[in-house]
């Protein structure tokens, strides 16, 4: 089992930056094959903002590349995701999410991301 605990999430200005963090703990975190971050606006689906995987490549979603950097950090087990010139259209509930190597999906417990206009 892997446990993630996002944090950094809160209430910014348009223009502005967060940092998000997801700690990955548990018996099994050896076995993460990818992880990396979602986020659900509200009315909309969850969708992909950006994952790393074991071998350092990563994928963006179109409408955060240039502005979003994921990166990680194996001796803290932990994930970040650097946000910058946030747009009102990144506000969501952003999670993290981790795929081991035999398929498991865990998420975390999400952090909320507002960015006023």
């Known amino acids: 089992q892997v446990q993630l605990v996002e944090s950094g999430g809160g209430l910014v200005q348009a223009g502005g930056s967060l940092r998000l963090s997801c700690a990955a703990s548990g018996s099994t975190t050896e076995n993460i094959n990818t992880i990396g971050w979602y986020r659900q606006a509200p009315g909309k689906q969850r969708e992909l903002v950006a994952h790393?995987?074991?071998?350092?490549?990563?994928k963006y979603a179109d409408s955060v590349k240039g502005r979003f950097t994921i990166s990680r950090d194996d001796a803290k087990n932990t994930v970040y995701l650097q946000m910058n010139s946030l747009k009102p259209e990144d506000t969501g509930v952003y999670y993290c999410?981790?795929?081991?190597?035999?398929?498991?999906?865990?998420w975390g417990q999400g952090t909320q991301v507002t960015v006023s206009s």
């Open positions: 790393i995987s074991i071998l350092n490549a990563t």
């Open positions: 999410r981790a795929t081991s190597r035999q398929g498991e999906v865990y």
